[in-house]
């Protein structure tokens, strides 16, 4: 029984880490302040075994904003001075995102596959109970 709950829980938090971020993406599409970015610096994570780039734009206000993309993995394709197309919400800069698709997607996708698998695993414990 508890596994059957922590698999529903675990699949709602996916369901709610998902729809928040699609929203978000939508939210910078229509009304976020586009510009362009570069990758002033790659850094490896502890637990990785690839570098994350780390990129650099300014805002309205003049400065300097640094972030690290939300979606990683080796596959990032992103070399030191690489330029890339940057979105963040006017008011919070700091939240900013790669404005690309293979960038974007990844993360939404991820959060709803886990939620699918997590419900998934729920149903079947409770079809074998």
């Given at each position: 029984m508890i596994g059957f709950v922590l698999a529903v829980l675990a699949s709602l938090l996916c369901?709610?880490?998902?729809?928040r971020e699609a929203r978000l993406q939508a939210r910078l599409r229509r009304y976020g302040?586009?510009?362009e970015?570069?990758?002033v610096d790659q850094k490896m994570a502890p637990a990785d075994d690839y570098l994350t780039p780390v990129i650099e734009f300014?805002?309205?206000?003049?400065?300097?904003?640094r972030f690290t993309?939300?979606?990683?993995?080796?596959?990032?394709?992103?070399?030191?001075g690489t330029h890339v197309p940057v979105v963040?919400?006017?008011?919070h800069p700091e939240n900013a995102r790669l404005f690309m698709r293979k960038h974007l997607r990844p993360t939404v996708i991820s959060f709803l596959t886990g939620s699918v698998l997590f419900l998934g695993a729920a149903v079947w414990m409770a079809l074998t109970s």
């Amino acid at each position: 029984m508890i596994g059957f709950v922590l698999a529903v829980l675990a699949s709602l938090l996916c369901l709610w880490g998902g729809v928040r971020e699609a929203r978000l993406q939508a939210r910078l599409r229509r009304y976020g302040v586009h510009t362009e970015g570069v990758v002033v610096d790659q850094k490896m994570a502890p637990a990785d075994d690839y570098l994350t780039p780390v990129i650099e734009f300014t805002d309205r206000q003049g400065r300097p904003v640094r972030f690290t993309p939300v979606a990683t993995g080796s596959k990032m394709g992103m070399d030191l001075g690489t330029h890339v197309p940057v979105v963040y919400p006017p008011e919070h800069p700091e939240n900013a995102r790669l404005f690309m698709r293979k960038h974007l997607r990844p993360t939404v996708i991820s959060f709803l596959t886990g939620s699918v698998l997590f419900l998934g695993a729920a149903v079947w414990m409770a079809l074998t109970s």
